[in-house]
């Protein structure tokens, strides 16, 4: 059992508070990582910069043991809080509206309590504070900055709230749980021409039309039903008025898939669509993709055990909850090592924590930071004792 006393679950209330207060965009993180820092030294925590705002501790435990770590992400996202909470953005057009700032004030609970244990602690802990993975992606360049290298770390986990688990409830299924998210920008070009006489112009509009409603043959048609794949067109403009043939249109849109031989074959064949279209209507296009994050996959057998452990060593609900279309640079982690992407429920209708993530109305029931901090550290003592074996 791990104990997160009344103390410590005030402390990292008035942490998550300080933090949503000061929402900052990727690779701004400077408030937020000074906080990090400021905790880690009051805890004489050993820490370093990495990827500019990113922050990395380490706590040495005394008895021998496995290397672990925990991520956390810092930033917030360009919209505008519209909770009216006491505590709410003091940032015009910025908000804490995916939870990060309850993922950092959590790892500094589970710092605070693994810190204290560190004569009885087995094996290595490595704490990652990581900017920017609402985007450009923050992961990535902490690896290439050696974050998983010194000490080596043999697997690592990380905590995302979500509102569709209750509070008292924790996630972990093994696997697929999150997709990747490369984006497409298609050009269409034609011949402008007057809307009375099509057939002296090459019209942009029919050839864009036929090629949206072409891309959802993929996942209808080209694709296992048992696959998990989108191709959502989310853009498209062109044209100038109503008697006018456009002759240029422009689509974006995004492309997921939970596997990566799914993913590429999506490309292949959006670029076949793309070509064969072309041709039948005699327009240009012009195709650019864009590669986002690659899909998060659960090492399967440390997912079983972690689930295992938190049953045996807690009194928290462990769900398997259904893996989502949408992405999360964790992903570049568990591609080095086996990894765990946990949910951590925050839902209550009696905190008004019923909104999704991303909405100006999110909340979250701060009942859950407990269920956090607690789930952090039994990963980390479980892993460095060898009972969450890997
Ligand atoms: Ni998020």
Known sequence: ???????????????????????????????????????????????????????????RGEQPGHVCALRADMDALP??????????????????????????????????????????????VVLI?????????????????????????????????????????????????????DEFYLTVRGKGGHGAYPHTAVDAIPASAAIVLALQNIAARETDPLESVVVTVGTIRGGYRNNVIA??????????????KVRDAIERRL?????????AYNVQTELQIVHGYPPVVNDPQLAERFAEYLR????????????????????????????????????????GAIHPGHSAHFRIDEAALRVGVETLVLFATGVGNGEIGL
């Open 312 to 351: 045996e060593h807690s009194r928290m609900a462990v769900a398997r909850p259904a893996p989502t279309m949408g992405g999360e640079d964790f992903a570049y982690f568990a591609q080095r090592v086996p990894g765990v992407h946990a949910r951590l429920g925050v839902r209550s209708e009696a905190a």
């Open 79 to 124: 919209i505008g809080e519209r909770t009216g909470l006491p505590f709410a953005s003091e940032i015009a057009g910025k908000m804490h509206a995916c939870g990060h700032d309850a993922h950092t004030a959590m790892l500094l609970g589970a710092a605070r309590l693994l810190a204290a244990m560190r004569p009885q602690l087995a094996g290595t």
């Open 1 to 59: 059992m791990v104990e997160v006393d009344e103390a410590l679950a005030a402390r990292v209330i008035e942490l998550r508070r300080a933090i949503h207060r000061r929402p900052e965009l990727g690779f701004e993180e400077h408030e937020t990582a000074a906080i990090v820092e400021r905790e880690l030294d009051e805890l004489q925590i050993e820490h370093r910069r990495l990827a500019r705002t990113g922050v990395a501790g380490v706590i």
């Open 271 to 279: 670029r076949r669509i793309v070509d064969g279209i072309a041709s």
């Open 129 to 181: 504070f990581q900017p920017a993975e609402e985007g450009p992606g923050g992961a990535q360049p902490m690896i290439d900055e050696g974050v998983l290298d010194t000490p080596k770390v043999e697997a690592i986990a990380m905590l995302h709230v979500d509102p569709r688990l209750d509070v008292g409830t924790v996630g972990i299924t093994p696997g697929p749980v999150n997709a990747s998210t």
């Open 247 to 260: 002759d240029e249109v422009d689509l974006s849109g995004t492309l997921r898939a939970h596997d990566l």
